[in-house]
């Protein structure tokens, strides 16, 4: 289990583990997908300070940047996180998103936005400070809601241009400053699809490290309008019957388990 720490222990002598980050990418060991530990942590360069991340069982986790440079070193590699997921367990991904983001965060924040000079870590919390104006920088987070939209007996997708050919999930959009949760979504889905909903229904959230996303995930029920597309973003959007959906994005998603937990309910399995 992985528990989220900032202050490391006192006494930190523990065995410890290390998410090394390289752009957005973890060291794991290539024949396992293992986490690094400390051969692999001074062995390699690295852009800025050690930072302690929490605990996953009784090991402490740390982390640090390394430059784009870097060569893994044989039989470790940096992966990807949406290619390590399911190779590791689900703990570990999530710590290692977690990772990816506090090293962006350090990395985009080296410098004070007000008067330009270098920042300082902040002890005892995740902050930089700006020794001169004392501005703090804390890690970035944009909330964004996901929401599938159901009418009867069918949910509205949609594909963007982005997207693989064939592909459908629920809208997303990224909430904005000064917006409730809740307008932002009736705000998205009206601007992407140009219908209205209501009901809204929470279903949990997932951290999207792609990269600082917090996604927040909700069922809401068309109350009108006919679908009119947002050409620039939606390349598609359409009324699929739950017993005859289309390819959807898989597991790692808050899409896919909003999807399965609307098809569960729907089929009476929940
Ligand atoms: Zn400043």
Known sequence: MFRPGVVPPERSDGEKLWMLVQRDRVLFREADAALAGPD?????????????????????????????????????????????????????????????????????????????????LSPGERSMRCPQCRLLRFPQLSPAIIVLIHRGDDVLLARSHRFPEGLYSALAGFVEPGETVESALKREVEEEVGLQVTNLEYRGSQPWPFPNSLMLGFFAEYAGGDIVLEDEEIAAAE????????????????ANRLITSWVARHTGAE
């Open 239 to 254: 009324w699929f019957p739950v017993d005859d959906l289309p390819n959807v994005p898989g597991g790692i998603s808050i």
């Open 40 to 120: 692999e942590a001074a062995r390699l360069p690295r852009t800025g300070a050690a930072h302690f991340l929490g605990h996953l069982d009784d090991r402490e986790v740390w982390t640090a940047g390394v430059p784009d440079d870097a060569d893994a070193g044989a039989g470790w590699r940096f992966w990807d996180l949406f290619a390590v997921y399911g190779v590791t367990d689900e703990e570990t991904w999530m710590a290692a998103g977690r990772a990816v983001q506090i090293i962006e965060w350090e990395r985009t924040n080296r410098f004070c936005g007000r008067c330009g000079i270098p920042n300082e």
